[in-house]
Every structure is written in C-alpha cells, then in structure tokens.
T-cell receptor, first 110, second 113 residues
Framework: EDQVTQSPEALRLQEGESSSLNCSYT??????LFWYRQDPGKGPEFLFT?????EEKEKERLKATLTKKESFLHITAPKPEDSATYLC???????????WGAGTKLIIKP | KAGVTQTPRYLIKTRGQQVTLSCSPI?????VSWYQQTPGQGLQFLFE???????NKGNFPGRFSGRQFSNSRSEMNVSTLELGDSALYLC????????????FGSGTRLTVV
C-alpha cells in the first residue's frame, strides 16, 4: 500500500537548536516529494518539490533532501516564527493524487 | 495576484442537511483539487477538476460531489451530512494539477451538529 509516514509527531526545540524532520515513503513510481508548511487556521503553504534521490533544496533556514526511501527537512538555527506543522506528500506515477503524511508539529521556544 | 478564495470560512450545519462550499482559484489556474483535513486522518484527497472535467477522485462516498465552472471556480457539495463530516475543507489550485504547484486556500471549517 502506498504510504507516507512522518516523524516525530511533535518536536519542541529551543530557538537556535537545529534538528531534522523525517518523511518516509513507500510508494511505487514516485514522481515528486513535496514539503508544505501549515500555520493554524490556514491552508498549507508550498515549500519544496524534490524529484530524485540525492536532490537537495534550500530556503532560508530550511533544507530538504531526498533518498530512495525518505526525505528530511533540516532546520538550522530555528526561530519562533518557524513554529508550524510541516507536511510532506508524495505524488505517484500512476495517477494525479497526492498522498499526505500526518505532519510534524514544530514548536520553537524563544 | 489574488490567492485562492474559499467561502464561507465557517459553517455550522445539522445532521442530514446538505452544504455547498465554493472555491475561486488563482486567475489562470485550470486545476482545482479538494481535500478534507481532520486531526485523526490528516489530509484526504476528495477530487480534482481540470478544465471542468473531474480528473481524479478519492475514496469518499457518493454524498461528496463537486463541479467546476467555465471560469475555473469550483463548488463542492456534501449531502445528508453526518457528524463525521466535520472537518476543514481545503481547495488547492494549480495550472497543471497533478499535485504540482499547489496554492491552497484558507479552507472552510464545517461543523456538523
């Protein structure tokens, strides 16, 4: 069964404390792996798309990487405004659906 | 440019009623996808419309339906509401669909009592 699993469910960090969020996937024919950020009461906001193993993308304090089985979202020296739920999703070669993980709720304490 | 607009933002309905939600995509975007988001199930795909045609459908009962108009605006209808339909309903627009280039609206929070 095609599945996307995120860990941990929640992560509390001190401001400036770097860490990584994990997204593992078991999908056949992966076409793209996506990361989104969602703030309370809002829709998800697009961050990155990764297409092939070894690919990396960066935006400010965030860097996303992709292997054949998982993706990591590395956050370097986070600030309180980075607090949000981070979602990953995978799209398959067979159809146009996105399969979503349950998300990691990230809390950065000042 | 204007973002994705979903109306209404909040709705309270009674079991057995029906409801229609609206989504206006970004100008020029031809694809609109609908998702249900609940704390227990996360984001679940409902359906995608592209140029007025339903291109893909998730595993939801027939009570959930949608349509897209020639101006790309989309509506989603839920008939015979159940308590379990309480959720945040999100629409996402993109030029090509297929999960690429999604811009989400802020959603409609539906509460069924």
């Amino acid at each position: 069964e095609d599945q996307v699993t995120q860990s941990p469910e929640a992560l509390r960090l001190q401001e400036g404390e770097s860490s990584s969020l994990n997204c593992s996937y078991t999908v056949s024919g992966l076409r793209g792996l996506f990361w989104y950020r969602q703030d309370p009461g809002k829709g998800p906001e697009f961050l990155f798309t990764l297409y092939s193993a070894g690919e990396e993308k960066e935006k400010e304090r965030l860097k996303a990487t992709l292997t054949k089985k998982e993706s990591f979202l590395h956050i370097t020296a986070p600030k309180p405004e980075d607090s949000a739920t981070y979602l990953c999703a995978a799209t398959l070669g067979s159809n146009y659906q996105l399969i979503w993980g349950a998300g990691t709720k990230l809390i950065i304490k000042p | 440019k204007a973002g994705v607009t979903q109306t209404p933002r909040y709705l309270i309905k009674t079991r057995g009623q029906q409801v229609t939600l609206s989504c206006s995509p970004i100008s020029g975007h031809r694809s609109v996808s609908w998702y249900q988001q609940t704390p227990g199930q996360g984001l679940q795909f409902l359906f995608e419309y592209f140029s007025e045609t339903q291109r893909n459908k998730g595993n939801f009962p027939g009570r959930f339906s949608g349509r897209q108009f020639s101006n790309s605006r989309s509506e989603m209808n839920v008939s015979t509401l159940e308590l379990g339909d309480s959720a945040l309903y999100l629409c996402a627009s993109s030029d090509t669909g297929g999960g690429y280039g999604y811009t989400f609206g802020s959603g409609t929070r539906l509460t069924v009592v």
